[in-house]
């Protein structure tokens, strides 16, 4: 089943702007991670933030955790035509070793 | 890091054929692989946990006896759709958890794989 919600669906933006996208999930998480899938390829992790953790940082990436909303953003600083691809945020699930996926962002940088 | 292959990475079958698809795990060893299937601009959906040396775990839905798992060591998961459907192309995704990093932060990371494309005809 579905965990995470995620806004926007899809997002089109000029290279060099920034990106934000949304997770929004409903149980009680010790951890949310995002990941990035280019088009027709595997997923490719991008950064853990734990419950006990409010805002982390990775590079470009920003992720910020407030689980007393239950969201999640993730902020990519500066975009770049490489950037484009879809980003999923996942939670754990029923056993600790379960990922559910939330709906996913398209995100595409125009040059 | 860890590198996770699949193969193959597209394959195309007539309808009701059985269509088998493996999963690795290139440099490290993986007890528990993990299956998931996505339809296109859909997110990833889990359908089953493989467990080397023992059966696996199927999500609700998903039907064992046409989707079977094999994951008879500790660095290969198999997937065989049986009796294939159009309705079974899809994009199958493996991903694997490493049994002995010893980063705490990867404890909760998978590995995926590449994918494999999967169009019935």
């Known amino acids: 089943s579905q965990q995470g919600e995620e806004d926007p669906q899809a997002l089109s933006i000029q290279e060099g702007e920034n990106a934000t996208m949304n997770c929004s999930y409903k149980?009680?998480?010790?951890?949310l991670q995002w990941y990035r899938q280019n088009s027709g390829r595997g997923l490719v992790h991008l950064i853990l933030?734990?419950?006990?953790?409010r805002e982390k940082h990775s590079g470009r990436l920003r992720v910020t955790l407030d689980t007393s909303k239950k969201s999640s953003s993730l902020l990519i600083t500066a975009s770049r035509a490489a950037d484009t691809a879809s980003y999923f945020c996942?939670?754990?699930?029923?056993?600790?070793?379960?990922?559910?996926f939330g709906q996913g962002t398209r995100l595409t940088i125009n040059p | 890091g860890a590198v996770v292959s699949q193969h193959p990475s597209r394959v195309i079958c007539k309808s009701g054929t059985s269509v088998k698809i493996e999963c690795r795990s290139l440099?490290?060893?993986?007890?528990?692989m993990f299956w998931y299937r996505q339809f296109p601009k859909q997110s990833l959906m889990l359908m089953a946990t493989?467990?080397?040396?023992?059966?696996?775990?199927?999500e609700q839905g998903v039907e064992k006896d046409k989707f079977l798992i094999n994951h008879a060591s500790l660095t290969l998961s198999t997937l065989t759709v049986t009796s294939a459907h159009p309705e079974d192309s899809s994009f199958y995704i493996c991903?694997?958890?490493?049994?002995?990093?010893?980063?705490?932060?990867?404890?909760?990371?998978?590995?995926f794989g590449p994918g494999t494309r999967l169009t019935v005809t």
């Open positions: 493989s467990n080397e040396g023992s059966k696996a775990t199927y």
């Open positions: 933030i734990r419950s006990n953790e």
């Open positions: 996942a939670t754990p699930g029923q056993g600790a070793q379960k990922l559910v």
């Open positions: 149980t009680s998480i010790n951890n």
């Open positions: 991903s694997a958890r490493d049994r002995s990093s010893g980063r705490t932060s990867s404890f909760y990371e998978q590995y």
């Open positions: 440099d490290f060893q993986a007890t528990t």
